[in-house]
C-alpha cells in the first residue's frame, strides 16, 4: 500500500508543514529541514524544538531557514521528556555558529500550544513532521484532542521494525512519549531504522551540498560536526527520508496497522487494515538519495547572492 499523496490534485497548493525536531545533535534533523526548504510540494508553517536545551535548537533552526532565505518560526518546546529519562547531549550543538543568541525565536507560547493553535485554525489541512522525542506531540494530543483528528497526517521517523529490532533513539529517549502518540489514533506514517539505515549520503553528495553557496556551507558545517563526533565519513539521513515520505510517497511501500512500544522502547507492528499506521516496509532507496541531495541543493540555489 502507497501512503495518500497529501498534495491537492487539483490546485497543487504546497502541503503544510509543521517540523517537530531536535535539530543540532545529529545533522539528519538540518538536512531535513532542507529538504523540506528545497521543495516547491511543502510549506513550513513552523518550526518545534524539543529535547534539551530547545531554546539553542529553535534559534539553530531559524538561522539556517534564513541562510536558505526563509523567515521560520520557530518555538522552542519541551526540554525534558515525559518518561522522566536524562536528555542525551553530544556536546556539539549550534558551535559551528557562534552568535546564535541574535536569532529570534518565539518563547511567547508554548510549543504544544502552537501545534494545536496551528493545527485547529486549518483542521485536516496540516501536516506533522515528528523526527524527534515525542513530547511536544503528545503534550499537544494531552492539551486537546481535537488535535489527534485535526492533523492531516502525522509523518515519523521512530522505531525499528522486522528482524533484529532494536530500540530506537527518538522512541526510546521518551517511551512515555510514544506511548502517548501511538495510542491516540491518529493518522501516522512510520519509518523505521530497518529502511533508514539502508542509505548513507556519502563523499560525494556532502561535497555537493557544501559547494552550493552559503547555506550549503553552513549544512556541511553541521555535517562535519556530526561526522567529527561520529568518526564516520558519511551522513544516515533518517530524518531527510521521512520527509521524502511525504513528498515523494511513490518511492515507498507500507503496509496498514497498529503500532505498540514495550517497556524497553522497542516497537511492535500488527497489521490490521483498520489500523492507523502506514509503515514504511520498503522504499526506492537509489532514487531517494538523490532527491535529498538534489532538494537540498535546490534551497541554497533559491538563496539570494
Known amino acids: 500500500m502507497k501512503p495518500t499523496d497529501p498534495r491537492n490534485p487539483v490546485n497543487h497548493h504546497p502541503a503544510d508543514v509543521l517540523l517537530d525536531t531536535d535539530i543540532g545533535s545529529d545533522v539528519d534533523d538540518a538536512l531535513a529541514l532542507g529538504v523540506l526548504l528545497g521543495s516547491p510540494e511543502a510549506r513550513i508553517t513552523g518550526i518545534t524544538t524539543v529535547y534539551g536545551d530547545t531554546t539553542l535548537r529553535a534559534r539553530l533552526a531559524h538561522r539556517l531557514g534564513a541562510l536558505a532565505g526563509h523567515d521560520l518560526t520557530a518555538v522552542p518546546g519541551a526540554r525534558e521528556t515525559l518518561s522522566g529519562k536524562d536528555v542525551w547531549w553530544a556536546g556539539h550543538e549550534g558551535k559551528a555558529f557562534p552568535d546564535l543568541d541574535t536569532e529570534p525565536v518565539r518563547d511567547d507560547i508554548a510549543a504544544d500550544r502552537y501545534l494545536v ?19 511536544n506531540i503528545a503534550r499537544a494530543i494531552r492539551l486537546d484532542d481535537r488535535f489527534t483528528t485535526g492533523v492531516r497526517t502525522l509523518y515519523m521517523m521512530g522505531g525499528s521494525f522486522g528482524p533484529g529490532a532494536k530500540p530506537e533513539h527518538n522512541i ?78 511513490d518511492l515507498y511501500t507500507t503496509e496498514r496497522g497498529t503500532v505498540e512500544v514495550t517497556h524497553d522502547g522497542l516497537t511492535v507492528f500488527t497489521a490490521d487494515p483498520g489500523g492507523h499506521v502506514d509503515l514504511v516496509v520498503d522504499a526506492d532507496v537509489a532514487t531517494i538519495a538523490e532527491e535529498i541531495v538534489a532538494r537540498i541543493v535546490r534551497a541554497a540555489r533559491k538563496t539570494p547572492s
Not at 204 to 233: K, N, V
Open 172 to 249: 526510546v529517549s521518551d517511551i512515555t512519549a510514544a506511548r502517548i502518540v501511538f495510542g491516540s489514533g491518529i493518522r501516522t506514517v512510520v519509518t523505521g531504522l530497518d529502511i533508514t539505515t539502508r542509505l548513507r549520503i556519502e563523499r560525494t553528495g556532502i561535497e555537493a551540498i557544501r559547494a552550493a553557496g552559503a547555506y550549503g556551507a553552513a549544512l556541511a558545517r553541521e555535517i562535519d560536526a556530526w561526522t567529527g563526533f561520529t568518526g564516520e565519513p558519511w551522513s544516515v539521513p533518517h530524518d531527510p527520508i521521512t520527509a521524502l515520505s511525504l513528498l515523494r510517497p
Open 117 to 135: 493553535d496551528t493545527v485547529l485554525a486549518r483542521p485536516g489541512t496540516t501536516d506533522v513532521m515528528a523526527i524527534a522525542p515525542l513530547a
